[in-house]
């Protein structure tokens, strides 16, 4: 089982509000990953690390930032959130092939 | 055309049934295999890894042909508990990027 931890699991906020979704991994995996994934449809990725300092964006255009300062800890910040960013939000990491999710953010925007 | 394309399906199977699935990727490059299972509002979870010479866990079996770039999943005797979305998953050699399809529907009827 795999030990990556997403804070909070359901989120409900306002519109124009600053919000930062967590996801820490006990594994010590270089590789992490943010995906986004609406219900019934396709998993994208929107941001992705493979080392501490190190961050790219992914396939899918998105208004958050992540950070990598420490090797476990992947958070991501949604500055000043939008209805459009009412998704699933899923947290990933790797150590070499294989990816271990995290069990999501659900987040809604009003 | 898309990097890794799947039939959405759904695919609706009667409980005992076998079914297959297959997933084609357009890049040679491709190096690593996988199929992920995602029940629904789930995260998704490694089913199995795929190589070249096949490998097989109890009911499943997954193949890989390099030549005409497609992997395959087969299930023997299906469960109802085996309703979920399959996701054909490939790793790149180049940048080591990881490309999802976007899943197949599968419903075991009783």
């Known amino acids: 089982e795999a030990d990556i931890y997403q804070t909070p699991r359901y989120l409900v906020i306002g519109t124009g509000k600053k919000i930062t979704l967590e996801c820490s991994q006990t594994?010590?995996?270089?590789?992490m990953y943010w995906y986004q994934q609406d219900p019934g449809m396709e998993l994208h990725l929107i941001h992705y690390?493979?080392?501490?300092?190190?961050?790219e964006k992914g396939d899918l255009s998105s208004e958050s930032t992540v950070s990598r300062i420490r090797t476990e800890h992947f958070p991501l910040t949604l500055e000043s959130a939008r209805p459009s960013h009412t998704s699933q939000y899923l947290c990933?990491?790797?150590?070499?092939?294989?990816?271990?999710f995290g069990p999501g953010t659900r987040l809604t925007v009003t | 055309r898309k990097e890794v394309e799947q039939d959405p399906g759904p695919f609706n199977v009667p409980e005992g049934a076998t079914v297959a699935f297959n997933c084609t990727y357009s890049?040679?490059?491709?190096?690593?295999f996988f199929w992920y299972r995602q029940d629904c509002r789930k995260e998704p979870k490694l089913l199995m890894s795929?190589?070249?010479s096949g490998n097989e866990d109890g009911r499943f079996t997954a193949q890989l042909n390099r030549a005409s770039q497609y992997i395959s999943l087969l299930i023997r005797d299906s469960k109802l508990s085996d309703s979920a979305t399959y996701l054909c998953?490939?790793?790149?050699?180049?940048?080591?990027?990881?490309?999802f399809g976007k899943g197949t529907r599968l419903h075991i009827l009783p």
């Open positions: 990933a990491s790797s150590p070499k092939d294989q990816l271990y």
């Open positions: 594994m010590g995996h270089d590789k």
């Open positions: 690390s493979y080392g501490v300092n190190s961050t």
């Open positions: 890049n040679s490059a491709s190096q690593s």
């Open positions: 795929v190589y070249s």
């Open positions: 998953v490939v790793r790149m050699n180049r940048d080591d990027k990881i490309i």
